[in-house]
């Protein structure tokens, strides 16, 4: 048995073990070893990784590996029926209530929106990150008194959020207010699958929206 071979079985012996931190990096070695044409223990592997990312409270980091490795081909049984318990909507974890599912998706693009205005691409200090979540906090208030969201589309939703313009404290002006959208086409699939042909809904897909916690970590 090659040693990548070791580290996955070790990897995913202890996700159940629920040493959530040893197992990710035992999985992400074993992700470095594995054959590239070996696709099928690939997407394995990066559900795994997932799971051990869900486990250190990372849950949108965790999503994003899991959809990537229903992108590659994974294809267990129960793999649909727990994608569909853990991610809603908008391709984001799956909130405690449903009415949160909204706010969460809000205030992650609004966040993407300040991150993308910095070359860090991330907050600074705890003060500005806790300000900039402020901000937003107070907006989503704003806009969910102004705005009535039943009946709409999840892509009509999303058009919605990204309507509403805060003023960061910034001198770097967003892409997205300058009037340049770049290679960004926002379009109503609806639930009809990713024209990228993964497969997966439009909204798990290409339209999905990043969670805070992959924003935070570069994950754009």
Sequence with gaps: MCDWELYYKKGKELNACE???????????????CPDED????????????????GMGMK??????????????????HTENMMHCLV????????????????AAFKA???MRYLYTKKSGRFGTLAEKDMIFELISDAWKDFS?????KGMTTIQKIGRYREY????????????LSGDTGNVIYADFGSDTCGCGSGLPYTWCCGRIKSIDELENGLK
């Excluded at 990710?24 to 070695?29: G, H, I, P, Q, V």
């Excluded at 313009?165 to 997205?176: A, N, Y």
Aim: aromatic share 8%; hydrophobic share 45%; glycine share 6%.
């Design 88 to 103: 809603n909507e908008y391709g984001m974890p799956v909130q405690k209530e449903p009415e949160l599912n909204d706010e």
């Design 165 to 176: 313009v805060i003023i960061f404290p910034t001198f770097s002006i967003p892409q997205e």
């Design 19 to 33: 040493n959530y931190e040893q197992a990710r990096k035992l999985l992400e070695a074993a992700l470095n070893g």
């Design 39 to 54: 696709s099928a223990l690939i997407s394995e592997i990066v559900f795994e990784i997932g799971r051990s990312f869900f």
């Design 60 to 77: 949108g980091v965790a999503i994003s590996n899991m959809l990537e490795a229903v992108k590659l081909g994974l294809n267990e049984p």
């Design 109 to 111: 693009i609004h966040v």
């Design 145 to 149: 008194e102004r705005v009535n969201l």
